[in-house]
């Protein structure tokens, strides 16, 4: 191969290569800041849940103290947590029942526990063993501190927002009184609408239980299902990215574990399904420009090629044709000003020679 061949070769070549190490470096480049960003937003959706759910939690705590400070409900239900002897020594709890279903405004269970936390009378239906509300953290804090305490309980798949508020009569406990609403689809599509991001909330599921609550906006029931381990299994409270994928869909998440008694429970923020290959809009103007440099940069290289290194080849042609004995040789190509300045300095040395 001569060397003006082997320039034009190696030139095109190198253009070729620079232009390919280029697109690849804008379309990874875009992808990153896009998911960087997509993450980013994602993130924004625990902090949207936090502030929901405190609010949430604020307007349950106010409803709950409409009973728990009413000293005309603490005066009953203590009353009524003393052993009858007309009902072989146990409590009322059939009419603190009553009480509590006509007195429950605005949750859906209420609950009389006695000072040592143990159930007494419900409204509403909780699954919960009885050991386990007796020994739960919100409500032991509300026993030893008298003072409200809020939280979310997983109970049987279904997540609540609970509030535990003692009943105080002078300087003593009567009892404590429970309050919970459940979280529901209502909530997460909230989320969803504030934060621009689909939302699910999971829980570890028993046999029966419903769907999680969602958006219903592309990845539910048992599309996140078949994630769930995966799901539950992050314990940064900060939050971790997974990427879901299940045959259909495939999209990067941002975790958030729930701070929630009773099983685990957390917060998913799902981002836009993935294109495949498709390109991201965003890399088309970079993209352009890498096309139009690397076109720029292959017309240098055959210019230089043509008005130079190709009459530079022919030269050396007739030099060698004339280093044989070939007499009456001119140098005739064209090309750059320096290949004519080259033409017109050998051109004399050939005729003189010959």
Known sequence: MNPASRFLLVGLGTVMLFAVAAVAGVVWQVDHAARGHALDQLRVTATVERELAANRLSELQLRADLLAQDPAFVDYVAQSLIPNPQLGGAVDSASISDLLKDRRRGYDIAMVLDPQGRPVATSGIFLKDHASIQHDALVTGAISQLQPQQGLWVDHAQLYWVSVSPLVRGAALQG???????????????VSRIAHTDVALLMQPVAGSALPPSTGLGWTGAA??????????????????????DGQHATVSWVTP????????????IGPDKEGTAL?????????????????????????????WLPLQRMLAVIELAGQGDQHLTIRTSGSAIVRRLREGINPLLHRVL
């Open 280 to 308: 991201n809009p965003v890399a088309l103007p970079w993209l352009v420009g890498v096309v139009g440099f690397a076109l720029c940069a292959l017309l240098l290289v055959l210019l230089q090629w043509w008005r130079t």
């Open 224 to 245: 996140l299902s078949a994630q769930l381990d995966r799901v539950l299994a992050v314990s940064n409270s900060a939050g971790k990215a997974l990427n879901l994928t």
């Open 176 to 190: 404590v009184l429970i309050a919970a609403s459940r979280v529901d689809d209502a909530f997460a599509i909230a």
């Open 258 to 269: 729930l701070q929630a008694s009773g099983g685990r429970a957390a917060l998913v923020a």
